[in-house]
């Protein structure tokens, strides 16, 4: 008759204890790994950004890091040349004039109606 000690290994040496406890543990940390990585998003949403005149431009897209909110500028695209280039460069104008620390743009372009763009300063 084998007897088990507290050590889980009976008089006998047998060690079917351990080794069970060990395979649950290995099995549940594998579990747990695989559900951590099948979880993880592809990183499809993420882009880098130009810079325009020393300003970061988001246009259609917002920063993925920290930034404060400094303001926003409203442009009248009733200009003789509604460009996106032209208006752009309009709008970087007026946040440098407007909110000098800036450091980044978010951009809201509006077809046939008024623009408008927040400026931002971005967290390190």
């Known amino acids: 008759m ?3 000690s507290r050590s889980g290994i009976s008089a006998t040496g047998d060690t079917s204890g351990s080794i069970r406890r060990f395979s649950v543990a290995t099995v549940t940390l594998l ?11 592809p990183d499809i949403n993420k882009a ?13 897209c917002k920063p ?5 909110y400094l303001g926003t500028i409203n442009h009248n695209t009733s200009s003789w040349n509604p460009q996106y280039t032209n208006v752009r460069d309009k709008i970087i104008d007026k946040v440098r004039k ?5 450091d980044g743009i978010i951009f809201y372009l509006n077809s046939g109606g008024a623009d ?6 971005m967290q390190p």
């Open 116 to 121: 408008k763009a927040d400026a931002i300063k």
């Open 48 to 60: 880098e950004v130009n810079q325009v005149q020393g300003i970061f431009i988001f246009t259609d």
């Open 98 to 102: 407007q909110y000098p620390q800036a």
């Open 31 to 41: 579990l747990l790994i695989g559900s951590l990585a099948w979880n993880k998003t």
């Open 64 to 68: 993925l890091s920290s930034y404060t």
């Open 2 to 4: 084998n007897k088990i």
